[in-house]
């Protein structure tokens, strides 16, 4: 009896696993000149640990920004912050705060290809691809470690424990 309760004290200790959520920017859209990224956002939040997976194809590319150039779609190879293509590119978001996003081609940002995201604290709501997933497409934002795999090592510790008490 004794070494079941302290089996649940230990579970009950554990803490809880904290998801990621995968955000697919314009959903089944993608990142393309077809959505209204203003209306996508509206209603979502994005939390540190979450990723936005942009799905886009063809002259499109993914440029992280300020909001100066955000605001006035400026297009030249020296001011992205960070600049991505390849068609699928999993975006982490590491800290708080707003974030910018346009599509460099010509005419694509000023005609609304461009996204806002305000970041809040960490995500803990469980999404259809397990953190740690790596990224595709040029490899930005994957993570190294996997909750879930913590979660079973330290479960597997506390039984550990309980057996090396009723050996």
């Not at 936005?52 to 993914?62: D, Q, R, S, W």
């Not at 400026?74 to 707003?98: D, M, Q, V």
Request: aromatic residues 8%.
């Amino acid at each position: 009896m004794a070494m079941a309760a302290a089996l649940l004290i230990l579970l009950l200790a554990t803490p809880a696993a904290v998801f990621a959520v995968d955000h697919t920017v314009g959903d089944t859209s993608g990142w393309s000149q077809s959505v209204d990224y203003t209306s996508w956002v509206s209603g979502k939040t994005f939390s540190v640990g979450d990723f936005l997976v942009f799905t886009y194809g063809g002259t499109h590319k993914v440029e992280v920004v300020t909001k100066s150039d955000y605001d006035s779609c400026t297009i030249t190879p020296s001011n992205p912050i960070i600049s991505f293509s390849g068609g699928n590119t999993r975006i982490k978001l590491t800290a708080t705060g707003p974030m910018y996003f346009i599509c460099p081609t010509a005419g694509h940002c000023s005609g609304g290809m461009k996204l806002a995201v305000k970041v809040t604290g960490t995500s803990t709501t469980p999404s259809g691809t397990p953190p740690g997933t790596p990224s595709s497409g040029n490899g930005a934002g994957s993570t190294l470690c996997n909750t879930n795999n913590l979660m079973f090592v330290t479960i597997s510790v506390a039984l550990g424990v309980v057996f090396a008490f009723m050996g």
